[in-house]
């Protein structure tokens, strides 16, 4: 009906989502769908609002001039604006049935493309003129006043209706306001015009608000496109739980900071019980009557009409449906690997065990055979699915020398300082002299030169330099932990990822990824912010539940790196409230990274252009094809359980690689 009247208003939209699209990061077109985003612009609410104002003043006929398209793009970027900020305040992981720009991006890149966005908006206004950019600065004052009002009072049983509908008349109905108002101020009528347009749009967005209040309690999560009930888990009491309070004892016992899921419903249902909903939807539909009367005598009356008719449809439509939350299953049993078949893997893993004795790594084949570096097979398969049998054994020899690499350096009997550093450098030196001739060293220098010798062949030399690298790196990592541990130091909250992750070895994963790749990644893709961000966030969470797992043991030999002592260690915390809380930081990591790898295919090509998919959508497909594998490696026995009984002689093995350094010495 909107556009029976308004003919020219789909392609004035149009024209409006064109300026939106050029309000983004110039000069990186990497970073394009950061501020256009592949969902589209929702209903545009707002800039309809600014054009069908401006045509109810200047005709109803006419295309909209260039001022009035523009004035719609300004407060649809300022709006816009106000929800990347919203949602990084308020930690949301959902919006408009996606995944939010700050869960894709992280909040620092969505604040600061929320602020690009304002000043984008500021701009456009400021050309338009001074009177247009005071009265978008006014409303944005009091909007962030609202805002604040209503962050201030979280928790607050006591809040009154009051303090309720200025926070509402201000964070929410000023925008709809301006908007209203910018579209009369481009027809150029008088300002009793505009005062009414603009006093149309404070009721509609009253009006519009208290709908979506009365949403949050009444409709579900996929209907709304975002997580349902959120209000009163974050402490927001809008006026049905206001009312409710009121007569309902029990609610004002139920309602505190962390709520939990099942009080959080509790709650819900007694303020849907008290009729306090039903009150507040006669208040919505009062502020929308108060909304079409200030309509009187602007227009033609059919215009008149069909405006009212949109403003009437925002209110009855629920928004748009979008699939439910993203949830983190029970954990269950590892996915078998694919690929291998298991009686090969089988046979792999035999092959590997008669390898270890072999090259000297185990003294025996239960030694081979122990938790720690039993398993590896399995371990390489969920790496490399996809692999036959020689591949996934030549992998498990390597991440089997690294394993044991790892272990030597963070065995608990290795009590000197002074003989990690020792065991570092002669460490180190075996790793420099891989690709020459094999130095001496006992089983391990022979261990590590044979398994090199079989990853080599897979990737180009440059590969090779740059992997030996990361690996003297990581040693020097693990020579710093081993310190720390030893001398009782635990890094603070702030210091314990950076030194977690050097001593995790994420480039020797990258490395081992690309091997399973079939060459290096892209240069370009490998430092495009989203692949560094689905990077960083999936070492994190990866590194939370190890740190989950091995707990036990790590609290035995005092690793100085786990999340959950540190966090007792900084916070003061019981050991639960520690442990739940790295559980609580997993799953948010889990779904946060499931929802920027279902996102990421749509958000690059958007800002390809809609080219044909490249090396980068083939490797994103990979990654979201394997990761199931990969968080089965955490069930592996390395990490699921303390090995017990007669483990590794890996004080032998020390032995063999320090005597012979001082036998090298006295040589020369």
Known sequence: MTSQFFPALETDLGRVREILGLAGVRGRPDLATLTRQPGGHGRLIRPTLTLLSYYLLAGAERAAGVRAVRAAAAVELLHMASLYHDDVIDDARQRRGGPSVNSVWGARMAVLAGDLLVVNSSRMLAELGEREALVAAEAGERACTGVIAETADRFLLSRTEEAYMEVTGAKTAELLSLACRLGAMQAGRGPEEEHALARFGWHLGMAYQMRDDILDLTATSGHLGKPANSDIVEGVYTLPVIRALAREPELARLLRRGLTAADAETARRLVLSSGAVDEARRVADAHMEAAVRRLDGLGDPPSREALAGYARSVMSTGGPAGPALVTVPAQSPSPAPAGVPGLMRQRVQERLDAWSVETGLAATPEEAR???W??????AARMWPDAGAEQVETLARWMLVCYVLDDLLED??????????????RL???VRGLGHTPRAGGAVATALARAWAGIRPMQPPSWRARALDHLAEWLEACEREACHR???FVPSLRDQLPLRLRSAGPDLALDLFEVTYGGRIDPGVRDHPLFRRALDLGLATALAENDLRT??????????YNLVRVLRHETGCTRQEAIDEVTRQVEDGHAQLDAMLASAPALLRAAAGDTAPGPD???????????????????????SRTATGSGPDLARLRREILLDRVEAGAAR
């Open 428 to 430: 180190t030196l075996l």
């Open 551 to 560: 707990l036990e043991q790590d609290e035995a030999i005092g690793a100085p």
């Open 617 to 639: 959508f083939g490797l994103l497909h990979l990654i979201q094809e394997r990761l199931p594998s990969w968080r089965g490696l955490h069930g592996t026995d390395r990490y």
């Open 412 to 425: 608990p009997e290795l009590t000197d300082p002074g003989e990690v550093v020792r065991l570092r450098q």
């Open 374 to 379: 039993g398993g590896m097979a399995g371990a």
């Open 486 to 488: 030893l001398s009782g």
């Open 370 to 372: 122990h938790p720690r």
